[in-house]
């Protein structure tokens, strides 16, 4: 079975500054999808950024970015220039093998970005 | 405007008084799954479907029955409620469950928080 797991259950950041986000993953499937998800406090589950475990180049969208370490099993999440609405808790999911339906979540991370 | 809807949002109630939260998506998805947020644990699925009439359990069933009667509409029926499925519910919906395309992605409900006394 996958397992997802974030180590840092909090982290918290100053405006306009940078923070890293740690997830690891364990599988034994050679194609999967990985995710990172933002739940701010309204609860929506909203999708950060996506990687393809195939492509060697790191996702980026705008401020986020990923460092995909497929051998190490590790995919982090920066936020680069962090604003006050990026504060909510930041999921890291896994999907693949035999059903990409199935979202396989870590524990989360909640990160504050203070002003 | 593409979307999944969850009702209620909110919902208190008491141990062994039937519910159902009920989930729609107009997307015409074929696959649509449950999840329960609970802090430490994350997300972590209850029920699937892969299409209509077609469903199996995720990986925390226990206590929970679905349906998939039309491909609209999945349903989360708790029998009995318990303390213990005091949690945060999410509904979630996509189109092909056998292989995510550069486009496809999952689409999640507003979620439901369930207080069981």
């Known amino acids: 079975a996958q397992t997802v797991t974030q180590s840092q259950p909090e982290m918290s950041v100053q405006e306009a500054e940078t923070v890293t986000l740690s997830c690891t993953y364990d599988?034994?499937?050679?194609?999967?999808?990985l995710f990172w998800y933002k739940q701010p406090p309204s609860r929506q589950m909203i999708l950060v950024i996506r990687?393809?475990?195939?492509?060697?180049q790191n996702a980026t969208e705008n401020r986020f970015s990923v460092n995909f370490q497929k051998a190490a099993k590790s995919f982090s999440l920066k936020i680069s220039d962090s604003q006050l609405g990026d504060t909510a808790m930041y999921f890291c999911?896994?999907?693949?093998?035999?059903?990409?339906?199935?979202?396989?979540f870590g524990q989360g991370t909640i990160l504050t970005v203070h002003p | 405007e593409a979307q999944v809807t969850q009702n209620p949002r909110y919902l208190i109630t008491v141990t062994g008084k039937k519910l159902t939260v009920t989930c729609s998506q107009n997307?015409?998805?074929?696959?649509m799954s449950w999840y329960r947020q609970d802090p430490g644990l994350g997300l972590r699925q209850i029920y699937y479907?892969?299409?209509?009439?077609?469903?199996d359990k995720g990986d925390v069933p226990e206590g929970y029955k679905v349906s998939r009667k039309e491909k609209r509409n999945f349903p989360l029926i708790l029998e009995s409620p318990s303390p213990n499925q005091t949690s945060l519910y999410f509904c979630?919906?996509?189109?092909?469950?056998?292989?995510?395309?550069?486009?496809?992605?999952?689409?999640f409900g507003p979620g439901t928080r369930l207080t069981v006394l």
């Open positions: 990687q393809e475990a195939y492509k060697q």
């Open positions: 479907s892969m299409n209509v009439e077609v469903t």
């Open positions: 979630a919906s996509t189109y092909s469950p056998g292989r995510i395309s550069s486009t496809d992605t999952q689409y």
């Open positions: 999911a896994w999907a693949g093998g035999t059903s990409y339906g199935k979202l396989t």
């Open positions: 599988t034994s499937e050679s194609n999967y999808y």
């Open positions: 997307m015409n998805h074929e696959y």
